[in-house]
Nanobody, 118 residues
């Protein structure tokens, strides 16, 4: 089992920045990658960014150059993934979900709301 706890959402003006955090604990040895997805009202959940244990990063085309994903690990007991979001756009508002990718179904955080005012 992997537990994910997210933080960092909030309200920001268009063009502003936010940093999301998600800490994974439990069986973190099973995690092969971590990432962030976004779900806007009435839309499907979509990939924002992922980072593999080997350091490979993948970004949605629309966020390249503005968003950055990174991770840190502490004492092999927990791993935290960050999503630095710059130059935010109103259409990027929604609930952001952290995910831990493991053999089998992904684990998901509870989601954190990001609101971008125009």
């Amino acid at each position: 089992q992997v537990q994910l706890v997210e933080s960092g959402g909030g309200l920001v003006q268009a063009g502003g920045s936010l940093r999301l955090s998600c800490t994974a604990s439990g069986n973190i040895a099973s995690i092969t990658a971590m990432g962030w997805y976004r779900q806007a009202p009435g839309k499907q959940r979509e990939l924002v960014a992922t980072r593999s244990n080997g350091g490979l990063k993948d970004y949605a085309e629309s966020v390249k150059g503005r968003f950055s994903i990174s991770t840190i690990s502490r004492n092999n007991a927990e791993t935290t993934v960050f999503l630095q979001m710059n130059s935010l756009k109103p259409e990027e508002a929604g609930v952001y979900y952290c995910t831990a990718i493991v053999p089998g179904p992904n684990y998901w955080g509870q989601g954190t709301q990001v609101t971008v005012s125009s």
